[in-house]
């Protein structure tokens, strides 16, 4: 091959996820004109029913929006690639499929493209009669293929070949030692370029050595497909560091470069425009030193012009973007250089379904999706407090926010879209979604400090002696840890109640995924101090199970070479596997709201000084149900004593409260232990009850005499079987009803994490069968339903599950 062949690098875009749109595609090419790169790889959908589409031609419609994008690519300066995927059901025997397959890439040919890739990945490596009759071997029946397919488009000055063992891990036994790729080194015309994903299908790091074994194997340099930012395996990973792990050295062992990027336009900013440095620095008569590639270097530059494009007014899908008449400067020191021509980036697993999408174009939502009446969501322009954490670690923890809530909540906070976001919480928000073989500072922080938090709480376990010191030092590490959560909370809010929609429509779901970890993690960390059980306890402990964290991921601990994909979640799966509960995976695998809202939460246990909001809450909430007027009851306490009284009264260390803004908006109950709690109910709550309650004659009103019979009637007997395997129990009188559903989930979870850290190996509640919309809320929780009322003497369904 001529050594002036040009560099391709640039991107692949079509294969996974949500299709990007022309309006986005249009940017991109502003952005790779911008950032000096060079190719763009198009591929239809690469799904098995787009697979098998290669036969068919476009439509005119079809056509006419292919010679659009076309011309657009080369109007920037751009080399356009198609790509088609051929193998899953081809006969390469067969003259009948490869005049489909020349009739399908003459089409493309004709409306102006040049350069042109025929993928062979992931397909079966076997052969059918007819080709095991004609060909030596699986890699000679390929090679056959495409040279002829080659020839046919004139020798085009790009023709890409992606073979099916594309890197290290998939050859057999090895890269140098590879029938396969021997075959393809020697029969595949020399000017046809070979596409490597390097080691393994996502590489962490490319050597010059393993590209130089490669290159003596296939007799030509090959052409990188990167799968670096690539996130089509994990619905809960994005990937927004720099382009790392590859020198610029490289380059004379490559063809190109062409980065398979997060199927999520507006998170490929920060990874292209580091993408372009990366290029930029590797020109050959460039010696300045000042532009060698640094990584976190390119990182800042980013990040810099990426905070114009954050906080620009812009509709999802780009609809009203203005980047094409916007001039941003190119933030490196080194100038752009020529256009050259760029290499390929390759993907390796089958598609995830990626979290749902939500309409975000307008400005303030249906009135109620879930028709709550009174609902909460929502902020009234500027936030009317910070949440903090409360007061018994440190000076930090504790203090109930309280207050009454009135009339204050409307639903202006839902997608307001005014707000800036600010360096330092993009800095976070890349630091969590960082690269998927390394965390960012800020996720490595979080990651640490709850490991340590976990290791090391029996310095403050309610059962032990504590000695001051240890107390202290755990108290101020956790201090540190409850921050980080808040500044999460806070990145979640800024996204939400940002101006960029693009940006909230592509983000969303990834940054609500971590605010509801951080919440859970949050108030268990609360929890721990003063209420979990030591080691001592007969209950057991959680904390000696197998985990993992620190600067690496999750995968690497399973192996150095390990796929990223071996364990998934990335940041929020990890601090998931943190938690007592974390292996229960329905509890946390839920989609995000239709309606996202700015609202900032707060999760903690439950002090005494609550009691006073949780009763006038639960309070409204009857008279709301049941259409009672305040002249009903003829004491404020009674629907408070019956609902929350003795759970608050014998068990609050199980007990978790949901503030916002404005106070507390909603609890969640637990029992750790039925048997004991219904003895020691009938022992001094139930006399407590009747002393408060004394039933005079004429002078108790109805109501209030039937919710006290009630409150006797509540403390049913349970089979021993239910209680030997749910000992525990959830009580959800309190609990709120919101827009964003995962708010509550996020409570009980909360919840249950107690409970399992103290020991407990299942929960269950009692609902009414009526209570459809509680019914369903517990079964996406993994709840069972194990008994019904026409096996006891009450009406409700009870539902349960193990911890």
Known sequence: ???????????????????????????????????????????????????????????????????????????????????????????????????????????????????????????????????????????????????????????PPVFLFCPTEYCGSLCSPSVSKSPYLQTVGEDLLPNITVIWTGSKVISRKLSVDCLAELESVLQRPPLIWDNLHANDYDSRRLFLGPFKGREPQLRSHLRGLLLNPNCEFEANYIPLHTLGSWYRSGEEERKDEDCEYCPDRALSAALHDWME?????????????????????????????????????????????????????????????????????????????????????????????????????????????????????????????????????????????????????????????????????????ASGFLSLCDEIAQLHYSVVGGANRAVLYDLYPYVWDLRNMALVAKAFVYWLDGRVLSDSSTLGSWRNCFHWCGKTTGADLLGVESEPWVFKGGVSGEVQMLLPVGSNSELFSHPPPLFPTSRLYNIRPYHGKDKMELYRMVRQLHLRTQGGQESNFAHPDVVGDRCLGPCLAMCPEYSFILEDELGVCGCVLGIFDVRSFAKRCQASWIPAMRDKYPPKVGTTHPKTQDLIQLMEEDQGEYPDSLLYHFPSQLRLDALPELVDISISRTLLIALLTALKANGSQGVFCEVQPTDRQRLEFLTKLGFLEILRGEARSREGVVLGRLL
């Open 309 to 477: 494009e954050l906080n620009q007014p812009l509709q999802a899908g780009r609809q009203s973007t203005r980047a094409d008449q916007r001039s941003s400067a190119l933030s490196s020191r080194c100038k752009t250089p020529e256009r050259s021509d760029g290499p390929s980036s390759f993907r390796g697993t089958s598609a995830v379904a990626k979290l749902p999408v939500f309409p975000l174009n307008s400005s303030s939502p249906p009135s109620s999706p879930t028709n709550v009446k009174g609902e909460r969501e929502g902020r009234d322009g500027e936030m009317k407090r910070s949440i903090q954490p409360s007061q018994p670690l440190g000076s930090r923890l504790g203090a109930p926010s309280g207050g009454n809530r009135g009339q204050k909540a409307n639903d202006q906070g839902l997608c307001g879209g005014k707000g800036l976001l600010s360096e330092s919480q993009v800095r976070l928000l890349v630091g969590l979604h960082y690269l998927p073989h390394e965390h960012g500072p800020s996720a490595q922080k979080l990651l640490q400090d709850l490991t340590w938090l976990k290791s090391n709480c029996q310095a403050i376990s309610a059962n032990s002696k504590k000695a001051p010191q240890k107390v202290d030092e755990w108290r101020g590490r």
């Open 1 to 155: 091959m001529e050594k002036t062949s040009p560099f391709l690098c640039g991107v692949v875009e079509g294969f996974y996820g949500r299709p990007w749109s022309m309006d986005q595609r249009k940017v991109l090419f502003h952005w790779m004109q911008q950032w000096g790169l060079n190719t763009y790889l198009y591929g239809p959908k690469d799904d098995l029913k787009h697979r098998l589409l290669w036969r068919e031609v476009y439509s005119p419609e079809e056509e006419a929006q292919l010679r659009t994008l076309i011309a657009e690519a080369h109007s920037r300066g751009l080399r356009f690639v198609y790509a088609l995927s051929p193998g899953q059901d081809i006969v390469f025997s067969s003259s009948c499929d490869l005049t489909l397959l020349k009739r399908k890439l003459r089409q493309v040919s004709d409306l102006g493209c040049q350069a042109f890739a025929i993928l062979f990945d992931d397909i079966d490596h076997s052969l059918c009669q007819a080709d095991s009759e004609a060909f030596s071997s699986f890699a000679h029946a390929q090679v056959t293929v495409t040279n002829e397919i080659y020839r046919f488009l004139g020798d």
